[in-house]
Every structure is written in C-alpha cells, then in structure tokens.
C-alpha cells in the first residue's frame, strides 16, 4: 500500500461498517464515530462482516463519539432521518481539511454539507451495495458488488482521485465521476419509484412490478423528467428494465425500515423529489399521491 490513510466513517451500520472494515482490512486507519455503546462495542470486537465476495473476516477499528483530530477523509454514512444530530459528532474545526464523502440517499444534502464544511472538499458518492448491520459491528453484505461512484464538483481532481484508488484498493470498485448533477439523480431515479412503491404497498419488487405496473411506469416517467429539468440525463426504458432484472423479491432500504418500525427517508427521496418538481414545473402528481398516503400513514 502506498499510503496509509486515516479515515473517519460517521455511522458505522450496513454500508459504513462495510467500508470501515474493508479500510482496516487494507492496512489503514479507521476511526468510528458512533454511540457510546456502540462505540465501546467497536473498540473491543472490531467489525464482523460475512460477504460472499469478501469472505468473511474481522477487522479492528478505533471509535469514538466525536472525532477529536484531523483525518483524511470523512465518510458519512448515516441515514438522511439522522444527519443532522449525527453531524455533531463531526465539528468543521476538528475536521479541518479532511475529504467529505457522504453516501446518503437524495440530492439536497450536498448543499448542506458545503455549507458546513466547504465546497471545496464535499465530494458526494453513490454506493451499490445490499449491506446490513444485524447487531453493532456485526456486518452481512450480501451483494455480489459493492460499486461506488465518486463525484465533487467543487473538489481537486486528485484528491478525488486518491481516495477512489484507496477505496478500490480496499475491495469496493470504486470510480470518480465528472458530473455530480448526473450521478446524484441516476441514483434517485431508481430508489425513488422502488422506494416508494414497495414502502406504500408493503410488498417486494416482484409484486410491485406486476400488480402495480401502470404506477411504477407513471413514477419512472415523473422522475425522469424531473431528472432532465434538473439537468440529468434519463432514460425511463432502461429503469424499467432495471427493476425487471432485479429478483422478485428484492425489497428497499425504505421498505425494511417501514417494517422495522424505523423513522423513513421518505422526505430525502419523495419529498426531495416534489420540491425539484415543484422548482422546475414539472408535474409528478403520481409522486405526489404515494408520498401523501405514506404521510397519512404515520410515516
């Protein structure tokens, strides 16, 4: 290894956990920034993944409830319900001049981040990956993949780079991205008409794209046109090809944590997803049913 790097990984469940323990796996150093007892937890066993592409391993990491010194990179991989109170854990002056990744779904919590932390070193990421947290440091990816786009309009290139090549370098296949606007909503094209689909009717994907298929066409058409407003290319028939491959019972991140009586990310992807509407005069009325009965909900 080149470089040994020091990472900070905010949020250290399915996908943080997963990156920690590759990092630490790959010779760097990895501090996790959590609860106190999960934070103990991670300071005693290290994190345990069982992958059927990475096998299964235990890697050691440092963790904390805030960080406390100046790393060269911060993953921030917590869900949008829990940024705000998990960002204390990251002070902008501790930070200093760290590389920012968050790996969070939707497509206004960059402008945000800049805010605190400055444009020049936000560098949002999209992650493909199936990786779920069954107890704190206890990780199973269960994806054959685990892909990661990389982008940061504000950012040095090679600082982009850099952290690609140590990702990469770690197991993920990970790649930098020119167009932040194109990456951020290729995502949101997808998560947003599953999302939504299978959270509102409680079923997997399978179910939806045949019981419900007029709707999941009317959604990927509203997203992809609100995707082209906002100055994204999409094209419609090649989601719905996407969701047509995926196996039938595949479920969403939104849908588990309906059925897990978690709070959901439904104003991060629907809510997001309305206001670009709104903001560019594009009519989602479909969106704005499903995320109206999801309200109604308790969601």
Same mark, same amino acid.
């Given at each position: ?94 930070? $200093? ?8 779904? $939707? ?8 805010? @605190?932390y400055g444009a020049d ?31 940061g309009d504000g950012v ?71 995707? @082209? =407003? ?44 309305? @206001? ?7 009519? =989602? ?12 909900? $308790?969601?």
């Amino acid at each position: 290894m080149a470089l040994r790097h020091t990472v900070a990984v905010l949020g250290p469940g399915g996908t943080g956990g997963l990156l920690a323990a590759l990092l630490s796996r790959s010779g760097h150093r990895v501090i996790c920034l959590a609860r106190e007892g999960t934070a103990d937890t991670l300071r005693k066993s290290g994190i345990h993944v069982r992958s059927g592409q990475f096998g299964d391993f235990t890697a050691p990491v440092e963790a904390d409830t805030e960080l406390r010194e100046p790393v060269d990179a911060c993953v921030i991989a917590v869900k949008h319900t829990a940024l705000d109170a998990a960002l204390t854990r990251v002070p902008p002056a501790v930070l $200093g001049d760290a590389l920012v990744v968050p790996l969070l779904n $939707g497509v206004e919590h960059p402008a945000a981040l800049r805010a @605190r932390y400055g444009a020049d070193r936000v560098a949002p990421a999209v992650i493909r990956v199936e990786s779920t947290r069954t107890a704190p440091g206890v990780i199973e990816h269960g994806s054959p993949f685990a892909e990661i786009d990389l982008a940061g309009d504000g950012v040095p290139r090679p600082r982009l780079d850099a952290f690609a090549a140590v990702l990469t370098a770690a197991g993920t296949a990970a790649r930098v991205v020119g167009d932040e606007t194109a990456a951020l909503w290729a995502k949101m094209a997808f998560l947003a008409p599953f999302a939504l689909l299978t959270t509102r009717y409680g079923m997997p994907l399978g179910e939806v794209r045949t019981r419900h298929r007029e709707e999941l066409e009317a959604l990927v058409a509203e997203t992809a046109a609100v995707s @082209r =407003a906002c100055g994204a290319p999409a094209d419609p028939a090649q989601a719905l090809a996407r969701y047509d491959a995926f196996p039938p019972g595949t479920k969403s991140s939104m849908q588990r944590d309906a059925e897990a009586g978690h709070s959901l990310e439904l104003d991060a992807i629907g809510g997001a997803l309305l @206001r670009a509407a709104d903001r560019h005069g594009v009519p =989602a009325p479909v969106t704005a049913r499903l995320v109206g009965e999801l309200k109604a909900a $308790g969601h």
